[in-house]
């Protein structure tokens, strides 16, 4: 249903099937949403997970589905988050021109517009930023949806994936 109503632009399209072609197919997928920003810091009511937690919550996951062999980590707005991760899975694939909100500034972004995400302070400042935050967005939830496993944080991002799922993940949990 997803697909019939919600169809991305077509350079947008051809972001995630060279991403998913290169990166992910012919894997088993988990797919992880680590959102650290807006959970931790301006939804007191979420579930927290904090940076030091989900490389943990990464292995339990893939001691009981041991046929994971590839994890993207498709959203994850935290670089402190990003970095756990990697230091206990190095071999993580992750969209790597995201913008980490909680340990980059304004300046850090103004200097490379492809790395724009949302960040309030910047309305005007960089040409296009909302466009470039769906873009992400899209191309971040499209590419988990595709995964065989999900892992996500309580959030939008998280729900989107599952709605764009299309084959239904062999395990779905959102913390």
Same mark, same amino acid.
């Given at each position: ?10 350079? =947008?399209?051809?972001? *995630? ?9 012919g894997?088993?997928? %988990? ?26 919550? *990464?292995?339990?996951y %893939? ?11 498709? *959203?994850?707005?935290?670089n ?15 969209l790597?021109?995201? /913008?980490?909100?909680?340990t ?5 972004? %103004?200097?490379d ?24 967005? =899209?191309? #971040?939830?499209? %590419? *988990?949806?595709?995964?065989?496993? /999900? ?9 989107? #994936?599952?709605f764009?799922?299309?084959?239904? /993940?062999k395990?779905?949990?959102i =913390?």
């Open positions: 249903m997803a697909d019939t109503y919600l169809k991305p632009k077509q350079y =947008i399209q051809d972001k *995630i099937d060279s991403f998913y072609q290169s990166q992910l197919q894997k088993n997928v %988990l797919g992880v949403v680590a959102r650290g920003t807006a959970n931790l810091h301006y939804h007191p009511e979420y579930p927290k997970v904090h940076a030091n937690e989900w490389p943990d919550r *990464i292995q339990q %893939l001691d009981q589905y041991p046929e994971i062999d590839t994890i993207f980590l498709g *959203i994850c707005d935290d402190e988050i990003l970095d756990a991760i990697l230091t206990r899975f190095p071999d993580t694939i992750y790597k021109d995201m /913008f980490r909100k909680t980059q500034t304004a300046q850090d972004v %103004l200097g517009p492809k790395k724009m995400w949302w960040v309030t302070p910047l309305e005007g400042t960089v040409a296009d930023h909302r466009k470039r935050l769906g873009e992400e967005c =899209i191309v #971040a939830t499209k %590419l *988990i949806a595709k995964c065989d496993y /999900f892992l996500g944080a309580c959030s939008g991002m998280s729900n989107l #994936a599952q764009f799922n299309k084959k239904e /993940f395990v779905s949990h =913390i």
